[in-house]
């Protein structure tokens, strides 16, 4: 029996530790949190000094909690000691807190220890486990703190929701802030209006080649403005803001003599970015991999907790991908300055490592988020990792290797050119040393404002002063002033952190919940708020003003870390907070009482009855409805119009109007109305009920999408004898009773094969709530038999279990497996031809 046990929270990170430990340590699994504030009630008694009522997370949230407490008692029962190594964060102090009360025995007393590490190497184990230290009380406080204030204004903002809106509906501390930021964004854009401007190219040809460009940059004394005019210019400033102008700037300066009036060369250096944080890293793999923050982190995570590779076993490949430090450990640094004067030469390598100076409030504990060994490249890994791990290891390692490699030097070239009282201006960048461009750089959200700001090499040819350059075109360009880009996640996850708002372990669960709450929606990659996020945000906003502003939000952030510190008592904290939100909850409470009864006058008009249109507060949030109602019952959704009207510029300059009509119904040929429903915004006709047509909205094109009526087949209902009719659905395609809902019998796709569990079920094809298709036994919930890997109507050769599985990924192709414990049965099928031949397998072990 292993002297020691250490406990980690999941069964990856387990693996990996367990090799480093030897035979007298034994490594188990929490499995993440194994407590949590009771779920059915507010477990906060305010009264008692906030004093918190832990549970033991039951079954139905994390499967098999309690057998795992149970066994992790057991262990702690059986070893001399105890050490809980949970990640090194305010989460991690507070799963170790949880675990040193639930699981180790009172009597006899045993030593528990904390051990922290930054990566899952063997060197950072050993020396965690040769200086173990305390649970840290100051961590768990500023955890319990974050979680105390999230169940206050979750359980008691809620219910605001329920009552004012209807639903189900939740407000949070953090996430109600991001979804008031996309709202206010929607506004800002909306309520944009364009500037026309206008810039005067000319192309110009010197003595030497090549040909190149030169923009107005100036009038007599005033500097041409191509951005920021829509507020006053100054007085040394002026735009071009219309073609009658730009037109006659160019008879004007076609007349005069292009001379050159100077010509200034200057060298620029650019310096490599720091390596990353948690929140960098996200953005970066937003605009440089596509992915969303959810899969940047459970990516990470697994590069963090191991991988296989090969005969070395389960490696950690990054650091703690949970930090805000931009610190690199010495030896790291040694290691990294090595590399790249071996692999690129002392020219790419520094007199002395680059020290990078991170936040005022970054947590310097951790490091960066960096390889654990530089020397293991992207190219001796790619066998032995998936497409998302290879491609954000790469980022990851081409960042902090760019990170400490010399800066790149660029030649930038200003040649001003007088014509008359105008003064053109052409700028011009040659690299001259690529440095740290040779392995890495940085994405960017938006284009750069100017020229400048760019590293986009723009040749210009040799001139010198007082020389007479050849007018070849002198060009007016239109160009409207263009409204703030809507968020991205990369932008939105920037603009909480610039606030001070979430932290490095929030930003991936903020993403996350604000999209599943249905606040907002991602179309082409940005942020919309729906007609829900919108009513619930502007209700919130509007009764709790300072709870859900980003600056008070903050500040509260600022505050959780004072606790962490230790400088700030947590229920001190918790005081300061409620004082102010009670009041605000009680004023609210008695504000929403009118809101659901108030009808707010718009000058839309009934499509039926010809009556006014008044905005209203349902389930799915603000609508359209009839005046005249309960006598008329027409609905649809705020902002619908009987016509949408966008203008757009053509390659003339002229402006164009294209109207897009709101579809007639195909069945009655009345008109169809925008309405929102449970699944999202959709077309309905405005004959309903007498006609039930509809028509799907196409989230991503915006086109509607004729669903069409049932088909009724030759197959009888077996509860009610009626006709089975093929449907379509949210998820696609079903077969159920014509008489459905009132018969709710729906024909499941089964696949002949019996269910192993019941004996008497058959395993059907299901769809998950997000539409994803799993394999579950027809006798549910009776039976609860599930699988996500489609099972395959053959026996397994090797244990002869009834039937194996088949599973596609990246990484291994199409395979087919036993899930029988102790079976390690796997075949990788490979399609030779296209005909549907015999398919060519190939059998291996594990």
């Given amino acids: 029996m292993a002297k020691n046990l250490v406990i980690v929270e999941s069964p990856a990170k387990a693996k990996t530790i367990n090799k480093y430990l030897g035979s007298d340590y034994l490594v188990l699994a929490s499995i993440g949190h194994i407590k949590d504030l009771p779920s059915k009630e507010l477990g906060v008694d305010i009264e008692n000094n906030f004093e918190p009522t832990y549970e033991v997370i039951p079954d139905k949230k994390k499967r098999n909690n309690k057998k795992t407490v149970s066994d992790l008692k057991r262990a702690a029962k059986d070893a001399d000691t105890i050490y809980l190594a949970a990640d090194p964060d305010r989460e991690g102090e507070a799963i170790c807190q949880h675990l040193a009360e639930e699981i180790v025995p009172k009597r006899p007393a045993k030593p528990v220890f904390r051990v922290m590490f930054n990566e899952i190497t063997k060197n950072a184990i050993k020396e965690a486990f040769n200086h173990p230290k305390a649970v840290n009380k100051d961590l768990v406080d500023a955890q319990q703190a974050r979680r105390v204030l999230d169940r206050l204004v979750g359980y008691k903002v809620s219910p605001i929701l329920w009552k004012t809106i209807g639903g189900k509906l939740s407000a949070g501390r953090v996430q109600t802030v991001a979804v008031r930021m996309v709202v206010d964004r929607e506004r800002e854009i909306e309520a944009f209006v364009k500037t026309e401007y206008w810039t005067i190219i000319a192309n110009l040809a010197a003595k030497l080649p090549p ?31 219309d073609e009658a102008t730009a037109k006659s700037i160019v008879e004007e300066a076609e007349k005069e003599s292009f001379i050159i009036d100077s010509v200034t060369t200057k060298e620029r250096k650019r310096n490599p970015t720091p390596p990353f944080i948690t929140s960098k890293l996200q953005q970066e793999a937003a605009r440089k991999l596509g992915f969303s923050v959810k899969r940047t982190m459970t990516t990470a995570q697994r590069l963090y907790e191991g991988i296989e590779l090969g005969k070395e076993g389960a490696v950690g490949l990054i650091t703690y991908m949970r930090s805000d430090s931009v610190r690199v450990s010495d030896a790291a640094l040694s290691e990294v300055r090595g590399f790249i004067g071996g692999s690129y030469g002392d020219k790419y390598l520094p007199e002395k490592p680059v020290i990078y100076r991170g936040k005022k409030d970054a947590q310097d504990a951790h490091e960066a988020i960096r390889p654990t060994d530089v020397n293991r490249t992207p190219d001796s890994l790619k066998n032995n990792l998936s497409a998302d791990e290879i491609k954000l290891y790469t980022l990851i390692w081409k960042r902090f290797v760019a990170s400490q490699m010399t800066a790149a030097i660029f030649d930038q070239t200003t040649i001003d050119i007088k014509a008359g009282r105008f003064m053109f201006r052409a700028s011009g960048s040659v690299q001259k040393f690529d440095g740290f461009l040779k392995v890495y750089q940085e994405g960017r959200d938006e284009k750069p404002e100017s020229e400048e700001d760019s590293d986009e090499e723009k040749n210009l040819p040799q001139v010198e002063r007082g020389e007479q350059l050849k007018l070849n075109k002198i060009t007016p360009e239109q160009h409207f002033t263009e409204p703030p880009p809507r968020y991205t996640e990369a932008t939105l996850v920037k603009a909480l952190e610039e606030q001070g708002i979430g932290r490095p372990s929030t930003y991936a669960a903020i993403m996350t919940t604000i999209q599943d709450r249905e606040y907002v929606e991602k179309l082409e990659g940005r942020f919309h708020p729906t007609t829900m996020g919108t009513t619930v945000n502007d209700l919130l906003v509007k009764n709790f003003s300072d709870l859900f502003n980003p600056t008070y939000t903050a500040r509260m952030e600022e505050n959780l870390d004072e606790i962490e510190e230790g400088k700030l008592d947590w229920r001190d904290a918790m005081r300061g907070f409620y004082d102010k939100f009670s009041v605000d909850l009680k004023d609210a409470t008695e504000n929403i009482k009118n809101v659901k009864k108030q009808a707010i006058p718009t000058d839309e008009v009934c499509d039926k009855c010809g009556a006014g249109m008044v905005i209203k507060f349902g389930r799915f949030g603000q609508y359209l409805a009839c005046e005249n109602y309960p006598e008329c019952k ?67 094109s915006g086109a509607t999408i004729a669903v069409a ?72 919930p009776k039976c609860d038999a599930v699988y996500w890997d489609k099972p395959i109507t053959e026996p397994c050769p090797k244990c002869h279990a009834p039937f194996v599985f088949e599973k596609t990924t990246k990484k291994d192709g199409t395979f087919r497996y036993c899930q029988t414990d102790g079976c390690d049965y796997k075949i990788t099928v490979n399609d030779l031809t296209s005909e549907g031949s015999d398919a060519e397998t190939s059998v291996s072990a594990g």
């Fill in 211 to 241: 040909n190149f460009d030169a923009r107005l940059y100036k009038i007599e004394d005033l500097t041409v403005k191509t951005a920021g005019f829509e507020q006053d210019l100054k007085k040394s400033e002026t735009h071009i803001k």
């Fill in 634 to 700: 027409t609905t649809r959704e705020v902002g619908s119009k009987k016509s949408a009207a966008s203008s757009q510029t053509s390659e003339n300059g002229e402006t164009q109007t294209e109207t897009e009509e709101i579809p007639s119904c195909e069945l009655c040929g009345k008109d169809m109305a925008l309405k929102r429903g449970r699944f999202g915004a959709f077309y309905g006709c405005t004959g309903y009920p007498e006609c039930k047509n509809i028509r799907k909205i196409d989230k991503k």
């Fill in 709 to 780: 009526p049932p088909v009724e087949l030759d197959e009888i209902c077996p509860k009610d004898g009626a006709k089975l009719v093929v449907r379509n659905g949210r998820f696609g395609e079903f077969t159920s009773c014509s008489n459905y809902p009132k018969c709710d019998y729906i024909k499941r796709e089964t696949l002949g094969i019996a269910c192993p569990k019941c004996k008497t079920g058959e395993i059907a094809v299901k769809k998950s709530k997000r539409g994803k298709a799993f394999y579950g036994c027809t006798n549910y």
